[in-house]
């Protein structure tokens, strides 16, 4: 399995987030399993954004959860994260993940 996060790398504050995984090696709605959205903020540790059941049901971190959607492109095998009105304190390199499996990252940016 393989996962592969792609986005801008820069954003501006009070604008919207669209990154994308693309997940290879196995269908993201024939196997069982939940595919989830992880950030790291410079400095900080790992904070859990969000998820995706392989049957498109979704779970999201409480403090995230109003400026937060993911959803799932079956037939492009790939999950969306969006978050809205961003602030700098955003900013952080995002994962994908999956069963043990990772993404190599994408860094985020929020800055005018």
């Known amino acids: 399995v393989q996962l592969q996060e792609s986005g801008p790398g820069l954003v501006q504050p009070s604008q919207t987030l669209s990154l994308t995984c693309t997940v290879s090696?196995?269908?993201?709605?024939?196997?069982?399993?939940?595919s989830h959205w992880i950030r790291q903020s410079p400095g900080k540790g790992l904070e859990w954004i969000g998820s995706?059941?392989?049957?498109?049901?979704?779970s999201y971190s409480p403090s995230l959860k109003s400026r937060t959607s993911i959803s799932r492109d079956t037939s492009k095998n790939r999950i969306t994260l969006q978050l809205n009105s961003l602030t700098p304190e955003d900013t952080a390199v995002y994962y994908c993940?999956?069963?043990?499996?990772w993404g190599q990252g994408t860094q985020v940016t929020v800055s005018s």
């Open positions: 090696g196995e269908s993201i709605a024939t196997t069982y399993y939940t």
């Open positions: 993940y999956r069963r043990g499996f």
């Open positions: 995706v059941t392989y049957s498109g049901s979704t």
